[in-house]
């Protein structure tokens, strides 16, 4: 067997494989923004289209890629994932299929983007959370339900747990 023919005709095989052009499966994104009217937007993501624009323009610098890639998410598509996360808390495979990016592009996008707004959280804090006390009373009074002092879609928060026979009356179920 000929060594040096052998060489020459893997080196070609190689030449030829290096010069074939493989076209990348590119996925098309949607954009929300256009796609919806201001309700449908809410309805999907909890938000209006301004709030949304004022979070990009709060934690851009955040957010922006690192690697300037052709095909990497913009900030805005970024906080939608995180947002329609939010909104729906489906798995984040339909969550990607929203704006088609992988499942795990998805967990990551939205880690990125909890991170950046929980570190908004304390500049946002609304007063009504200091006045634990008159909350508490609010929710008793109204619902007979003890420390209690906000819901968030019909999900109790307590200060803590009633404990004893009557706990189980408090535990929220889905």
């Known amino acids: 067997m000929n060594t040096s023919n052998s060489s020459e005709s893997n080196l070609e095989v190689l030449k030829f ?10 996925r098309h994104r949607k954009k ?20 949304v624009i004022h979070l990009s323009d709060t934690i851009s610098s955040d957010l922006a890629p690192i690697m300037h890639r052709k095909y990497t998410l913009s900030v805005l598509e970024q906080i939608f994932l995180g947002l329609r996360f939010y909104a729906t808390g489906i798995f984040q495979i339909v969550i990607g299929d929203d704006i088609n990016v992988y499942k795990t592009t998805t967990s990551r996008v939205v880690y990125k983007v909890s991170k950046e707004i929980a570190k908004l959280a304390r500049s946002y804090k609304s007063n009504k959370c200091c006045r634990p006390k008159r909350k508490k009373a609010q929710f008793f ?21 009633p404990g004893g026979e009557q706990a189980e009356l408090f535990r929220n179920t889905l």
């Open 17 to 26: 494989i290096s010069s074939v052009s493989v076209p990348r499966n590119l």
């Open 32 to 51: 929300p923004f256009e796609m919806s009217t201001d309700e449908e937007f809410q309805l999907r993501y909890r938000f209006v289209k301004n709030t």
């Open 141 to 161: 009074d109204i619902a007979g339900i003890p420390n209690v002092i906000d819901c968030v879609d019909g999900s109790h928060i307590p200060i803590q747990s």
